[in-house]
């Protein structure tokens, strides 16, 4: 599950920077959104693991459907 961890951590961190050069925005770096500095409540272990959850299932949907339309061409 690493792997999707790390793929879930780039494609949310791609979404971030679109988002805030559109809204004029800091972007962050990779190591922020891979490690979660500022995207939860530092002092809650259940806030911790939703977000590795959340890059897990980002992760997993998108590498999913990228293979899912590469190989149906």
Do not use: Q
Not at 37 to 59: F, P, Q, T
């Amino acid at each position: 599950m690493l792997l999707f961890d790390y793929l879930g951590a780039f494609y949310f961190w791609v979404y971030l920077l679109v988002i805030n050069s559109l809204r004029g925005k800091s972007r962050p770096t990779f190591f922020d959104v891979a490690s979660g500095k500022g995207m939860y409540n530092e002092d809650s272990l259940m806030d911790l693991h939703a977000y590795g959850w959340k890059l897990k299932l980002i992760g997993f949907i998108v590498t999913m459907s990228i293979v899912s339309i590469l190989t149906k061409f």
